[in-house]
């Protein structure tokens, strides 16, 4: 079975333009975890689902930031407008409603 | 205070030695404990679960204090391939979610 998925696995962008990530859970998988992880902050969760409804998104630094889930198996997070300093990766990882997480790959972001 | 706390690191061991991480948490309420671990450049992966009678996989031992809020993670006969960051991740029930560590870097040098 396929894990986690996350797209793109890099992405460069100019500041000022949106960004669009994209992930898709284990099949069967009924929770979904944003996070951003950098070098001064480490692993930071932004939002999560279970079972497509946000459930705690007060980790979303600002109202540039959104997530979807637009149906049980896939999930968007979106920045708009983009600044330098939401340069970091970003992981998606899902669950069967509690215990253990699987993350996906990550997406490295770099806003110049 | 954070919630998750663990040794600064980073951890520089030989080949062949033992390595004790520990972690500590605030929320007296959490219920459920991982070690992680990530690799540079890659995503964090689980090591194993912590209960509260201890538990053992191959070299790895993890302990669980409850009482004291602490968690920790003995690694034996280290290797070079166990060179990584190790996070601690806390759960509570009912929908908390998961909080990381900010992790503890290991270099095992032969």
């Known amino acids: 079975d396929a894990g986690v998925i996350q797209s793109p696995r890099h992405e460069v962008t100019e500041m000022g333009q949106e960004v669009t990530l994209r992930c898709k859970l284990i099949?069967?998988?009924?929770?979904l975890f944003w996070y951003r992880q950098t070098m001064m902050r480490g692993l930071e969760l932004l939002i999560y689902?279970?079972?497509?409804?946000?459930?705690?998104d007060s980790g979303m630094p600002e109202d540039r930031f959104s997530a979807k889930m637009p149906n049980a198996s896939f999930s968007t997070l979106k920045i708009q407008p983009s600044e330098p300093r939401d340069s970091a990766v970003y992981f998606c990882?899902?669950?069967?409603?509690?215990?253990?997480?699987?993350f996906g790959p990550g997406t490295r972001l770099t806003v110049l | 205070r954070k919630e998750v706390e663990q040794d600064p690191g980073p951890f520089n061991v030989p080949e062949g030695a033992t390595v004790a991480f520990n972690c500590t948490y605030s929320?007296?309420?959490?219920?459920?404990f991982f070690w992680y671990r990530q690799d540079c450049r890659k995503e964090p992966k689980l090591l194993m679960s912590v209960y509260s009678s201890g538990n053992e996989d191959g070299r790895f031992t993890a302990q669980l204090n409850r009482a004291s809020q602490y968690i920790s993670l003995l690694i034996r006969d280290s290797k070079l391939s166990d060179s990584a960051t190790y996070l601690c991740?806390?759960?509570?029930?009912?929908?908390?979610?998961?909080?990381f560590g900010p992790g503890t870097r290991l270099s095992v040098l032969p």
């Open positions: 929320n007296s309420a959490s219920q459920s």
């Open positions: 689902f279970n079972n497509n409804v946000p459930i705690d």
């Open positions: 991740v806390v759960k509570g029930n009912y929908g908390q979610n998961f909080v």
């Open positions: 099949s069967g998988h009924n929770s």
């Open positions: 990882a899902s669950s069967y409603y509690t215990d253990t997480q699987y």
